[in-house]
């Protein structure tokens, strides 16, 4: 090989191809009894990823940062000096709201704070400075004007967002929407051009249990709602985007978070260019209410962080980090400083803002942004074709419901599992308590959380007078029934169900004896497939003759009569309803 001045690595070595990777899959595969379909998933927009993407995973140009579809960000330049960190506040303290802003935060959110509050909460906070959104719900038009009153005493010019959206409210609440609220409250908001006026809100549909396109589509069909509600106001197109922001969902899922928030921009950009004024879209992530659990909060700190960074890594404008006891209730001095330090690091130590669309020209990415782009693209359009918003809300409400009766589905079954707590619960988790959040308002869309279900189980059984159990009759040493036992007891904590075990033993007598002690009325045989040959016929009928009301096994088979198998895969949740039910706990 000729000497061209440039390293050639791995030049000795014949190119690789997809198909010599697809059989050396295939060979793996073959041993384990599975297939390639068994590496493929498909997400609740029915996407199916791939385990390998190459070059020939094609998707339209992502063009330059700052350009149309603007897919690789708004503006050229990129976020100079990181995106905003916007810290919500649900709760009037002034306190809180300064300490934020000392320590970090550079804009705010105040949620559900009440029209007549706000000259307080914001006193001391210099509004030339620190964006303000306001987000008062169905009270929108009275909180806009008391924030506009008071960004009319600011000395220097204001950036923020007025917060109306009554299409939001509508999701919310299942009331009418007030355009004309909207009218006059852009009326008032002329004299400030750093202002915007209007939230397009996307998580009511996310938190109704929405996929990621549906999600998308309703908000762009939302958007259109307004730039025809604006332009029929007088505005020009172009003046009519100008006063709109978008706030998304960031969840867990690290890619498709990344794709999301760049394909909402390619999405955004092809209606403004419909209306002749190609426009970026102003994003604000927000780490996801519905992922959020009660039981082991601690773990929210892991989800958020990774909902950040991923928002982080598809261009978000703001991000606000949820604090970890959201779910809870209203959060407490240490869990809102955990939430801002969490954006610092990513911005300050790993500088995640430094590169502009660091995630681009990664073939998985760019084709999952072009697949999730067009399936919320034909979301859009059946809105559109059913009247558009408000006019398609029940065809979404319908919609959004049976994505989430999947959802549900796959959360139950554990297929989604949940850290802490459909995997891995803590029956001795000591409980973090705060105040509780008022009630929402209903009449809209669903409110869920994903461990809802879970987390509802746990309640109950902690109320009990005597906490539920089911006993684990382990067959032989240690080592050999760990496995299905510790599988046995993960799958019954999860729904608070205590599980005392045997521990080591040597025959049907020793199960016994630790059966009896345990005073339980339920026993699930733990042990491997060797021990079940022998043993598992002679436990369980020993068990019975013992009081055992009801024998369960771990694993997915036996010739021992049993009454029931457990097992990867088992339907969980309906397992931990039928323990309930059948151990008289009220739920």
Known sequence: MEPTGEPALAAEFPAPDREQWLDLVRGVLRKSGADFESLVTTTYDGIRVQPLYTADDT??????????????????????????????????????????????????????????????????????????????????????????????????????????????????????????????????????????VVVVDGLPFHEAGGS??????????????????????????????????????????????????????????????????????????VTSPAMMTRRDPWVNMLRTTVACFGAGLGGADAVTVLPFDHAIGKPDDFARRIARNTQSLLLEESRLASVIDPAGGSWYVERLTDDLARTAWAWFQEIEA?????????????????????????????????????????????????????????????????????????????????????????????????????????????????????????????????FRASGTRIACLCGSDEGYAELAAPVADALRAAGAERVLLAGRGSAAAVDGHVHAGCPALRVLEDTFDFLGVER
């Open 59 to 196: 998707a339209p140009p992502a063009g330059f940062p700052g350009l149309p579809p603007y897919t690789r960000g708004g503006r050229p330049q990129g976020r100079v000096g990181g995106w905003d960190v916007r810290q919500q506040h649900a709760v009037p303290d002034r306190a809180a709201v300064l300490t934020d802003l000392e320590n970090g935060v550079t804009s705010l959110w105040l949620k559900d704070v009440p029209a007549d509050r706000l000259a307080d909460v914001l006193t001391g906070v210099h509004l030339d400075l620190a964006p303000v959104v306001v987000d008062a719900g169905a009270d929108f038009h009275a909180a806009g004007r008391a924030a506009l009153r008071l960004w009319g005493e600011a000395t220097g010019e204001v950036r923020g967002n007025v917060g109306a959206d009554p299409l939001g409210v509508r999701a919310r609440t299942g009331a009418e929407p007030d355009f004309a609220a909207l009218g006059d409250l852009v009326d008032a908001a002329r004299a400030f051009p750093g202002l915007r």
């Open 386 to 514: 059913a009247g558009g918003l408000p006019a398609a809300f029940p065809l979404v409400a319908e919609r959004l419901a049976a994505t989430w009766a999947r959802r549900s589905a796959n959360l139950a079954d554990r297929v989604d599992a949940i850290t802490g707590v459909s995997e891995f619960p803590d029956l001795d988790e000591r409980p973090v308590v705060r105040e509780p959040w008022p009630a929402p308002p209903g009449g809209g869309l669903p409110r869920v959380r994903y461990a809802q279900a879970f987390e509802a189980l746990r309640d109950a059984a902690d109320a009990a007078p005597v906490r539920p159990a089911v006993f684990l009759a382990t067959l032989g040493p240690v080592a050999t029934h760990t496995a299905r036992a510790s599988f046995a007891a993960n799958l019954f904590q999860a729904g608070g169900i205590a599980t005392p075990r045997a521990g080591a033993t040597r025959d049907v007598a020793d199960v016994v004896a630790a």
């Open 212 to 285: 990621d396109a549906e999600e998308l589509g309703a908000s762009l069909a939302a958007g259109v709602t307004y730039l025809r509600e604006l332009t029929a106001l007088g505005l020009s197109a172009a003046d009519a985007a100008r006063l709109l922001e978008f706030r998304y969902a960031a969840t867990t899922d690290q890619f498709l978070t990344t794709a999301k928030f760049r394909a909402a921009r390619r999405l955004w950009a092809r209606v403004t260019e419909v209306v002749g004024t190609p426009t970026p879209q102003l994003q604000h992530a």
